[in-house]
């Protein structure tokens, strides 16, 4: 008997601007049976969410346009509207305290240090994610 993958139908949205994380990371999850979806900036991740509404978001603070902080404050704010039941992951190379708690307060269920975690650590902690996420939300 096959077990299927841990991630299998869970889809990943993964806003990164670097291609080579983004590849890495897509290639990882994809392994573990995420479906991955890649945005590499700040608008266009705002669209994939509203498109086509992905299970969590690792979002990098770094993007061209709008960064991580403010796509999750419009995510926040319901601009667009629809997407306050994602839950959301800042994924950033920025060892910032004020961003992790800037991001927490915006609503982000972790910040997590991307020079600290592989592929297949951030496969293992997705469902974890989701389930906080899921106890923790505004209105459970």
């Known amino acids: 008997m096959s077990r299927k993958p841990a991630g ?10 670097d291609k080579t ?6 290639l990882g999850l994809g392994s573990k049976g995420y479906r991955v979806l890649v945005a590499s900036s700040g608008d266009q ?16 603070q770094q993007l061209g346009g709008l960064n991580g902080l403010e796509v999750l404050a419009r ?13 959301v ?5 920025w060892a910032d305290d004020d961003l992790a708690r800037r991001g927490r ?9 991307k020079a600290d975690v592989t592929p297949s650590m951030v496969a293992t902690l997705i469902p974890m994610w989701i389930a906080r996420w899921r106890r923790e939300r505004p209105g459970n």
């Open 8 to 17: 299998t139908d869970v889809a990943v949205l993964l806003v990164e601007d």
């Open 45 to 60: 991740a705002l669209k994939t969410m509203t498109t086509q509404h992905p299970d969590i978001v690792l979002l990098d």
């Open 105 to 113: 307060q915006l609503g982000a269920v972790d910040c997590v240090l």
């Open 89 to 93: 992951v800042i994924f950033s190379n």
């Open 75 to 87: 995510v926040t704010a319901e601009e667009p509207p629809g997407l306050t039941d994602i839950p």
């Open 21 to 26: 994380i983004a590849d890495l990371y897509t």
